[in-house]
């Protein structure tokens, strides 16, 4: 069975300080793992995934994750944050084989000027 | 980009009556899913579907959910009496195998669903 750990429901940052939102998963299989992005009342878009080729995955809007096997986790980062930002993040793990997907409880971003 | 729709964006029904939430997939990719979120919670798989079948549903997907693929297109979850527990947004997605393992799922906007 998979689960999913986001340690923090809230992050509060200053723009231009960097991002750091935590994820730590547990799998019996060697997981896929994700990140997505929901803004106020739109739908799931990705940010970056993990597929075993690097461990360090860069996505969009210059966040990146880095895979620790070791640790369980997939933290995700972005050095310098901006108020486009602020959003609900969400981590999620799924099997190798890529069905369904299960998320993590989401941190909220918020973003101070 | 070719991107997941979903129809409606908001669908308010009486508790007991039958909706249907329609997707429409990327068109070349082979595998549906939908899930659902509830206000304030996370987001919870529901069901997964390929090749005309369900190939996986969670403990949620009961007697009241059933899925359709009714044409070459769309993809149509139908809840059959609707309880007030199934307000939620809805969340249709799909993807397909990109040459390796690992299969990236694209979501749609979701549908907002308000039993009454």
């Known amino acids: 069975a998979q689960s999913v750990t986001q340690l923090d429901s809230h992050v509060s940052v200053s723009e231009g300080t960097p991002v750091l939102l935590r994820c730590n998963y547990s799998s019996s299989y060697s997981p896929s793992l994700f990140w997505y992005v929901q803004h106020p009342n739109k739908g799931l878009q990705l940010l970056l995934k993990y597929t075993s080729a690097a461990t360090l995955v860069k996505g969009i809007n210059g966040f990146e994750a880095e895979f620790k096997k070791s640790e369980t986790s997939f933290h995700l980062t972005k050095p310098s944050a901006h108020m486009s930002d602020a959003a609900e993040y969400f981590c999620?793990?799924?099997?190798?084989?890529?069905?369904?997907?299960?998320f993590g409880p989401g941190t909220r971003l918020s973003v101070l000027p | 980009e070719p991107e997941v729709t979903q129809t409606p964006s908001h669908q308010v029904t009486q508790m007991g009556q039958e909706v249907i939430l329609r997707c429409v997939p990327i068109s070349n990719h082979l595998y549906f899913y939908w899930y659902r979120q509830i206000l304030g919670q996370k987001v919870e798989f529901l069901v997964s579907f390929y090749n005309n079948e369900i190939s996986e549903k969670s403990e949620i997907f009961d007697d009241q959910f059933s899925v359709e693929r009714p044409d070459g297109s769309n993809f149509t979850l139908k809840i059959r009496s609707t309880k007030l527990e199934d307000s939620a947004m809805y969340f249709c997605?799909?993807?397909?195998?990109?040459?390796?393992?690992?299969?990236?799922?694209?979501f749609g906007p979701g549908t907002r669903l308000t039993v009454t």
């Open positions: 997605a799909s993807s397909d195998r990109d040459g390796g393992p690992i299969y990236e799922q694209y």
């Open positions: 999620v793990v799924s099997p190798t084989d890529g069905q369904n997907f299960v």
